[in-house]
């Protein structure tokens, strides 16, 4: 037991010796300077917005009258798949009046995107 527990402290102690760099390499090192980057562009901003859907809807157009308020918004969908229902399935049918929406859009200046609706 003793030669074992001897014979372990030997490799332990040789071991780093063995792995370590030889001095004939030498590192050679570069030196970076950083340089300032300014970015430019418009601010993005996420909302959301609640209301239900009202009776009238043109085609891709989808009208909310808004809970917090009397007023009503009016948002354009650009192609299909962006209505979800509460499960996250894709909603193909027309969107009812009088059906409570959740609109989550991106607002940059004056246009808004939409991301997707989920009807309730």
């Known amino acids: 037991m003793q030669k074992i ?38 601010v993005v901003t996420s909302t959301t917005e609640e209301g239900t859907a009202t009776n009238y809807q043109p085609a891709r157009t989808l009208i909310v009258r808004q809970d917090r308020s009397n007023g009503a918004e009016r948002f354009v969908l650009n192609g299909p798949g962006h209505i979800f229902n509460r499960n996250g399935e894709v909603v193909r049918t027309a969107v009812k009046p009088g059906t409570h929406v ?16 989920i009807i309730d």
């Open 5 to 42: 527990l001897i014979t372990l402290a030997c490799c332990a102690s040789i071991a780093p010796l063995a792995l370590g760099e030889s001095p004939k390499h030498k590192k050679q090192t570069t030196a970076m300077t950083e340089q300032a980057i300014t970015v430019t562009g418009t």
């Open 102 to 117: 959740r609109v989550y859009y991106a607002s940059a200046g004056n246009v808004r995107t939409i991301d997707h609706v």
